[in-house]
């Protein structure tokens, strides 16, 4: 009992000076002497267990494959143990009070690391961190060389963001980020008048789950800083910040005046001359000879246009002419007989 005594805290002295690892952060230190307590060198024909733990580290503790396998989302380091355990308590049973070559341990240990691996890497990945603000507690990722999530180390308070509109127009402000929120959210929505990131400079606007803060009509009055802040279960996930400059209309058309005198300023050679206007072209007459030709038509029509009225006119001279003599000549017969 006095040397079993003695292993143990010779085991748990090791476990200590190394560091939590893989292994370690869900198999029991006793469970790990019962397993490596008949640990046989082939070599020297000896039981000892420190040669045991060495392959322990390698197979699992130190292996890159397994390391990679565990990097889980939030909540599955608990189905990362249990794969673990599911593995290595068998081989306790089995192992307990018996002697067994290193060999047999060796393979037996890489063929349960195996199986971890395959087992761990179909579990859901983490989602990553999403620089440069925000708690992202779906993005930590379990790190069995610590045994706990590595969080993305991210600053609550997002850099401060230019926002300009012109006077009289709708502005929108979005409440958003790159990376996932939980479903039960909340958020708070606060205006300073000044450019400022410090909490104590601004006063509280809206507080509810709209993540869009509108302005129908954007007026002077409207400048300043607008921060929306994003609660879940009370606790602060994120805090964004726009800074908004109203321009007046009559500021936006100074501007543009003062842009076009400070170019008329600018030395011979650097300022745009407008392009040259085009140059005026004589108006150039046909040739004589279609002159003639459109000449003599255009007076052949005009005579056309006066003759033929003239001509139908005379033609029925004639035959009211013609029509009086026939009847001039029937009373003339009429009368001999």
Known sequence: MKAVFVVRVIILSLFIHSGLTCYQCFIDPDDSV???????????????????FKTLDRIFNYNQNVINAAK???????????????????????FDQNTNN?????????????????????????????????????????????CQYDS???????????????????????CTVPFLLPRDIQIVW??????????????????????????????????????CEIFSHGRSLV???????????????????????????QPAGCFPLLPPYPRLTLLRLPSPDLLTVCLTSLLLLVLLTL????????????SDSDQEDKSQRKKYVFRAV
């Open 102 to 146: 290193d060999t047999l341990y060796e393979a037996r240990l890489q063929a349960a690391a195996d199986t971890f691996i395959a087992m761990a890497s179909g579990l859901p990945r983490a989602s990553g961190c999403f620089p440069p603000c925000g708690f992202q507690a779906l993005g930590a990722v379990y790190n069995c060389m610590t």
């Open 239 to 265: 805090r964004i910040y726009y800074h908004l400059t109203v321009a007046p209309c009559v500021a936006v058309d100074h501007v543009e005046l003062q842009a076009v005198f400070e170019q008329a300023l």
């Open 307 to 318: 003759g033929v009225p003239y001509w139908c006119s005379f033609q029925r001279k004639d």
């Open 190 to 227: 606060r205006y300073a008048e000044t450019k400022t990131v410090l909490m104590d400079r601004f006063q509280e606007v809206t507080v509810g789950v709209d993540q869009l803060y509108s302005i129908p009509s954007a007026r002077p009055e409207h400048a300043g800083t607008y921060q």
């Open 152 to 174: 993305c180390a991210l600053p609550l308070d997002c850099p401060l963001q230019e926002i300009t509109v012109e006077e009289n127009n709708r502005t929108q402000i979005w």
């Open 34 to 52: 019962r397993l490596c307590w008949g640990h046989i060198l082939t070599e020297y024909n000896i039981r000892n267990i420190d040669s045991c």
């Open 72 to 94: 889980v989302g939030r909540g599955y380091d608990s189905v990362l143990k249990e794969i673990l355990l599911a593995e290595i308590m068998p081989l306790v049973e089995e």
